[in-house]
Structure formats: C-alpha cells, structure tokens
C-alpha cells in the first residue's frame, strides 16, 4: 500500500510511524482472533474467597504497611456523559406533545427506564439546580401541566445553550446530593482516596481526562480542596493526563481501505482504554488502585468499600513479599527442592500453570524458567458474583502458543457461535467490576515496562459511522483485558456493594447514589 507524502506527514504529526499503521491495517485484514476459553474461574478455581478473620488480617497487613510505601489512585476518566442519556435525547426526539401524554408515549414505546426517571425526578442529584434553572426563563413553571413540566425539565438538562448535561465529563457531573451541596464524581474519588490510597497523610491521585476537560477539572479542585482536605485530614496532590495521539488508530473503508474524510485526509480515532497502557506506565509508585471514574458511592457506604479495597491491597502485599524473596534466592546457588518450592508457590498462589516439561529442565533451565515467571507485574482483581450486570468476567484462557492464564475477558472476545465458548460464557460465577490494585516494580525496586507485557491479538475491531459512511475501527487491547494479559493474575471475589456504576442517569437513583 502507496501512501502520499500528504499522508505520511499527517502520520508522522500524529507520532505514529507508517509501518505502524501498515500494521494496523494488516490486522483489520486478517481479523481479530477470538479468545480460547479454556474454563471460567470461579471460587476455588482462580477466584479466592476470605472469610472475616482472613480478611481483617489482610487488611491489618495493608493498614499496618501503608506509610511504609508509596501510593497512586488511577482513574480513568476522559468519559463524556453522552451516554448517560440516551434515553431521553430519543425522548427528546420523539415525543410529540401536540399529539400525546407523556404516559401513552412511555406505554406505546415500553419506555420503562422513562418511566423510572420521571418517577424518581425529584431523587436526583441536581433537580434543584435544574428547576432554579427553568424558574428563571419560567417564573409559571409551578402552574404548567405535569407533560409540560416534564419535557421542560429534560430540555433544560440536554440543551446545549441550557445546562448541557451530556457535555459534561462524567467526572464533573453532579452525582450525590448531600445536605448542603452536591457532589461529583470526582469529588466523591477523592474522599474514597483518604480511607485507603493514602499514605502519611497524602492522597496521590491521577485522572486520565480529554485535554479540553483540563481547566474544568482544575476549576472544581480549586474549588473543593480546602474543605475536602479539611474533612479528610488529608493532602491531595491531583495529576492528569491525556490520550496519547499516537495511540490513535487508523479507520478503514468495509474493504480494509484506509478511510479518508471529504478533504482526502486520513481519518485516525482514540483506541479504547487499552490506549491508557501508556498512562498508567508513566507512575511510578509501589501500589497502584484502578477504579473507574462513575464507580463511586455516598459517604455511608465509603467505610465498607474501602475495607475490600484495603483487602485486595493487602493481598498484593502478601504475595508481593514472597514474590521478590524467592525472585531473589534466584540469583544465588539454589537447590532443585528450593526450585520446586518456588514452583510450587507460583502454581498455588500466583495461578502459574507451568510447563507441563519444568520437572524436565536442568536446574540452570528451572532457574531462568521460574525467574521469567515471577519477574512480571502483579495485579489483584476484586470479581463481584455474576448477577446480570454488564462487564467482562475471569476466565482460564488458552493462546496462541498453548500457555493457559486467568484473563479478564469481554463477552465480544468470545466466539458465542462455538457450543463449547459459549457454555463457558453462560457458566461465568463472577464478572469484572473493574477494581484492581497494581504492583508494577520488580524485586529491586525497578519500574516495569508495561507495554512490554501487551498481547496486541486481543485488539477490537468495531463498525461506526462518519458523515453517514459506515467504517472500521480498531481499538486497542483493553486496559484490564490484553493489555495486561502477561501479567501475573489474582482473582479475589468482592461484594456487590463495590461496584455502583452509573451508566444510564437512572443508576443514580440506585441505594449507594442517594442519602436516605
């Protein structure tokens, strides 16, 4: 394939190489391989389980370490809340007043998540800012029928010259009401950071944001600081970071052409989170939380979800210390029943499947074999039971090469045409809720390279639209999925109580959203 120099200049600008987008390209061509699942990992089989006295003593370990080491919250948050309200942008399009209720339109649509919002309108966080809002531009808003009330209070939420809701991140939108005031999402982050991402004091917490979100984001920190620090007894020390363009993708044509846009230009797209790879490889701290930005809960529930965050923290500790003494014993003269005790912890503790030929190795060969698997990056996955919620779930997956891990996997990575994927999938106990603690530095205090530990065959292939004409896009391996897929691996299951997103508005009508 024949770029133009117009077309490797755009490429270049975008600090991408044209093998790169070759590649890329190659891969669109040969297709994205589907997983291998091999079997779910449930309770027993790749998922721990703690009972209380487990668990107050995991958590005594983290709370008893936590000074002694450096700490970072990542969270993703570049999320817009487009999304969010989907449902009423089509309400919005719709519904036609002159010629309907607002019930017969909810009835002859089974508009039900509809229904939900408008019964629990008055629940949400920034009701009343809404209403001052259309008071302003409607002192008779309190006379208007209940139809004409409704439609006025969506309005006012979407417009882009009213509110303009859905142009908010997701991070800076309200999310809790409290007594005196409501709160973001971001806020709320940073509360949580106090019970169990700080140490002496200090909160560190990262924010990957969309660049034009930056100053927004400042704002409401200037804002908080003081009384958020002051509550919390605790300093914050605030970082962000953006999508690197030269994670961006190229889009192709339904025939693997590169897609060009009514100018001839080139047209490139964000990769996904897996992009974020590159974020998370710029911090250099000793224990790393991952939590998504919309997960997050009210004050009262903030004690019980930090105890199981401290619990997974205290995990990677207890593994980590093991990790490196034997990673070290490794450097020195060793006998084959040491080799077999470090062979056997990996394959108890650390979920290693070894090779089925290791007890054949010569004592030199089970040394560098046994080094090459603990010298990896940690993680430590809380997995809530399977309940019908959304999101990947734990599985023993097989590559390419036949070397059998636990993976994070996402229902589109899986063949569900294949009788035998498929009953793995519908056997899945647990799923990902997206809540992992991260040790990123080997036994010598030296920083992983994490893109170095990236399988680039669990990429996404998706199909979207641009100027009405139908494209491909290419998403990276997902942050948690492939792009972590040569790490070491624990599943530790969690309860519910820890995963509270908010995908659609109506979410933040759920229990772990409101006060009362």
Not at 184 to 210: G, K, P
Not at 304 to 315: D, H, I, P, R, S
Not at 322 to 337: G, M, P
């Amino acid at each position: 394939m024949n770029f133009t120099q117009n077309d490797i200049n755009q490429i270049e600008k975008k600090g991408l190489t044209v093998d790169k987008v070759l590649s890329q390209i190659a891969l669109f061509k040969k297709g994205v391989p589907f997983v291998n699942l091999k079997s779910t990992a449930t309770i027993g089989n790749g998922i721990l389980a703690f009972n209380e006295r487990e668990r107050e003593d995991l958590i005594k370990l983290f709370d008893n370490k936590r000074d002694t080491i450096s700490i970072m919250k990542f969270v993703p948050a570049s999320g817009a809340a487009t999304r969010m309200f989907k449902t009423l942008f089509t309400f919005l399009k719709e519904y036609n007043p002159q010629k309907e209720s607002i019930n017969s339109y909810i009835n002859k649509n089974k508009e039900k998540e509809l229904s939900v919002f408008f019964v629990g309108l008055e629940k949400l966080p920034f009701f009343e800012e809404v209403v001052t809002k259309i008071h302003k531009s409607h002192p008779n808003y309190n006379e208007l029928s209940y139809d004409e009330q409704r439609l006025l209070f969506v309005k006012t939420m979407l417009d882009e010259n009213l509110l303009n809701y859905s142009s908010f991140p997701k991070g800076l939108l309200p999310f809790h009401r409290y007594r005196e005031h409501s709160s973001t999402a971001f806020e709320e982050h940073l509360f949580e950071a106090a019970e169990y991402a700080s140490s002496n004091r200090d909160a560190n917490l990262h924010f990957t944001i969309s660049e034009k979100h930056k100053d927004k984001f400042d704002e409401e920190f200037k804002y908080i600081e003081e009384d958020v620090e002051e509550k919390t007894q605790t300093k914050f020390n605030i970082t962000f970071s953006y999508q690197k363009h030269a994670t961006d993708t190229i889009a192709v044509t339904t025939t693997n052409e590169p897609f060009r846009d009514d100018n001839g230009m080139l047209v490139f797209r964000p990769s996904g989170h897996g992009a974020l790879i590159e974020n998370l490889n710029e911090i250099d701290t000793d224990i790393i939380f991952i939590k998504n930005i919309d997960n997050v809960v009210v004050n009262k529930y903030k004690g019980e979800v930090a105890k199981y965050k401290k619990m997974l923290a205290g995990v990677i500790l207890k593994i980590q210390k093991n990790a490196f003494e034997y990673e070290e014993s490794l450097n020195y003269e060793i006998t084959n029943e040491k080799l077999l005790e470090i062979a056997d912890f990996l394959s108890s503790k650390m979920n290693i499947v070894l090779d089925v030929n290791f007890n054949n190795l010569s004592l030199h060969e089970k040394k560098v074999y046994l080094k090459n698997k603990l010298n990896r990056p940690i993680r430590v996955c809380g997995m809530v039971k399977n309940e019908g919620e959304p999101g990947g779930g734990p599985f023993w997956v097989k590559n390419s090469s036949d070397n059998i891990s636990l993976q994070i996997v996402e229902s589109a990575q899986i063949d569900k045409k294949n009788p035998d994927q498929n009953t793995i999938l519908k056997n899945a106990t647990h799923f990902n809720p997206v809540d992992l603690v991260c040790s990123v530095k080997n036994h010598k205090g030296e920083k992983f390279d994490l893109t170095k530990y990236v399988d680039s065959n669990t990429a996404f292939i998706t199909m979207k639209t641009k100027t009405g004409k139908d494209l491909k896009a290419l998403e990276l391996p997902g942050l948690w999925n492939g792009s972590m897929a040569y790490w070491n691996t624990i599943f530790v299951e969690v309860p519910l109580i820890t995963f509270n997103p908010v995908k659609t508005v109506n979410d933040l009508l759920k229990a772990p959203h409101q006060i009362k």
